[in-house]
Structures are given as C-alpha cells and as structure tokens.
C-alpha cells in the first residue's frame, strides 16, 4: 500500500468555496481581481450609498495593476454624492486592496437592476388567529391547532395585501 492514496472525503464544503474558482473568471472578465469589491459593496460605501450604486468595471493602465478607474453605476442623485464622496470612496477601495489601485472614479448614472428584498408582514394579531381558529375542525393537539390557525391568519393577510384596493372577494 504504498502507491499513491486517493483524495479523502473531508466534510461538507460551503457551496460558495466552491463557486469562488468558478466565477473568479467572470470578475477578471470587468477587470475585478479582487472580488472583495463587488461581494463587500455596501460595506465599503455605506449602506445608504451601497443601495443605490454598484460597481461595474475595474480598469487599469496597460501593464500595470495600480492607478486603476473604477466605474461605478450610481441611481439618481447618488451620483452626485458619489462625485462629493469620490475621496473617501477612493480611499476605501484602496483600503481593501491594500494599495494604491485605484486613482479615480468614474460615474454612469443608470437605473439599477436588484431584487428587493421581500417585505416582512406583521404577525397576525390575535383576533386574527382567533377568527381562523374557529374555522378549524376539533383537533386533538392544541399546539398544532394554533400553529394551524396562525398560519391560516398569515395566509388571509398575505392575500389581503395581495389584492387591488376596491377589487372584490
């Protein structure tokens, strides 16, 4: 037994160490060697400047990796901030890299394409549960039965958002 040995099984791998070699090439493809600048956005600019710009390429001189323009995609009057901001921005970025890649930023004022983050609903209030729990046919388990009920008085509330004002039953 002594030729070579296979590879072991070590455990569950997080599914995004696994991605990471796989989309390294679509980052180099916009000049983003150090994806910590797409991945950490809203950190490195803010919350509130995070939301409402993005980074879209990383240029760089010819033969060189320092002195780079970063083109960010800024909505509405955030390009403006981000004019007022590009110091600090550009400090920023330059902190995660460790050195001087960036010189300058660039600014395309455009729309931008992200999935809102789903609204949360309140809980049902009790009276709700309550009026679902009437509906219910006798149950032995009254655990289940109020999670039934609560869940019932989700539903209801979820559709009553749902619905157009003045659209009927």
């Known amino acids: ?10 455990g569950v791998r997080a599914i995004g160490a696994l991605a990471g070699d796989a989309s390294a090439a679509a980052y180099r493809k916009f000049g983003f060697t150090e994806q910590k600048i797409l991945t950490r956005w ?4 803010g919350e509130v400047l995070g939301r409402h710009t993005q980074p879209v390429k990383l240029s760089f001189p010819r033969g060189t990796t320092a002195g780079g323009t970063l083109t960010l995609a800024a909505q509405g009057a ?6 007022h901001l590009t110091p600090m921005l550009i400090e920023r970025v ?3 890299f460790g050195y001087a890649a960036v010189a300058k930023i660039r600014i395309v ?3 931008l394409e992200r999935a809102e983050a789903p609204r949360r609903m309140p809980e049902p209030t009790a009276k709700e549960i309550a009026d679902v729990a009437a509906t219910l046919p006798p149950l032995e388990d009254a655990r289940l039965r109020t999670a039934l009920a609560r869940l019932g008085a989700a539903i209801n509330q ?3 958002a749902a619905r157009k ?5």
């Open 94 to 96: 330059n902190r995660v």
């Open 158 to 160: 979820r559709q009553a």
């Open 109 to 111: 004022q455009t729309q």
């Open 1 to 10: 037994m002594n030729g070579p040995q296979k590879p072991r099984f070590k």
């Open 165 to 169: 004002p003045g659209e009927n039953l």
């Open 42 to 45: 809203p950190e490195i600019a």
């Open 78 to 83: 955030a390009a403006l901030e981000v004019q």
